[in-house]
């Protein structure tokens, strides 16, 4: 039965504030990297740890995905559309918008939505979405 992972594990592991639990979450996520345990997460707990590191700490987007993302591909860690995040990072990233708006137009993607019905317009910024104004 796979176990919950939390935000602060993965935020212990990565900014390393506390040496003695950033070891402890360190050899967790190691287990999980290697598929020795199972742990589920959620979207929310994702979404939480981008946003502790650009708003709390100022880490630049860049480096949040190429410490984030190969996280989420770990073999043990269990997240539906965890493969979505890949492109979710690009779109972050690449067109400088919000964690929120890219998940949702990875998302979109994915499922061949190609209209939005929003007032925000980061989400002209992406090819082939079309923002609609009610």
């Given at each position: 039965m796979p176990v919950f992972l939390d935000t602060n594990?993965?935020?212990?592991?990565?900014?390393?504030?506390?040496?003695?639990?950033?070891?402890?979450?360190?050899?967790?996520?190691s287990q999980?990297?290697?598929?020795?345990?199972k742990a589920r997460t959620?979207?929310?707990?994702?979404?939480?740890?981008?946003f502790v590191l650009e708003r709390t700490y100022r880490?630049?987007?860049a480096e949040i995905r190429d410490l984030l993302l190969p996280i989420i591909l770990?073999?043990?860690?269990?997240?539906?559309?965890?493969?979505?995040y890949a492109r979710a990072f690009d779109l972050y990233v690449g067109k400088n918008i919000s964690f929120a708006d890219a998940s949702n137009a990875a998302l979109m993607e994915r499922l061949n939505i190609t209209e939005v019905v929003s007032y925000d317009l980061h989400f002209d910024r992406i090819e082939g979405l079309k923002r609609i104004e009610p």
């Amino acid at each position: 039965m796979p176990v919950f992972l939390d935000t602060n594990i993965i935020l212990r592991h990565l900014l390393r504030d506390d040496e003695e639990k950033a070891y402890r979450c360190k050899d967790f996520l190691s287990q999980l990297e290697q598929a020795k345990i199972k742990a589920r997460t959620s979207d929310i707990v994702i979404h939480e740890v981008v946003f502790v590191l650009e708003r709390t700490y100022r880490q630049p987007k860049a480096e949040i995905r190429d410490l984030l993302l190969p996280i989420i591909l770990f073999p043990g860690l269990i997240l539906p559309g965890k493969r979505q995040y890949a492109r979710a990072f690009d779109l972050y990233v690449g067109k400088n918008i919000s964690f929120a708006d890219a998940s949702n137009a990875a998302l979109m993607e994915r499922l061949n939505i190609t209209e939005v019905v929003s007032y925000d317009l980061h989400f002209d910024r992406i090819e082939g979405l079309k923002r609609i104004e009610p």
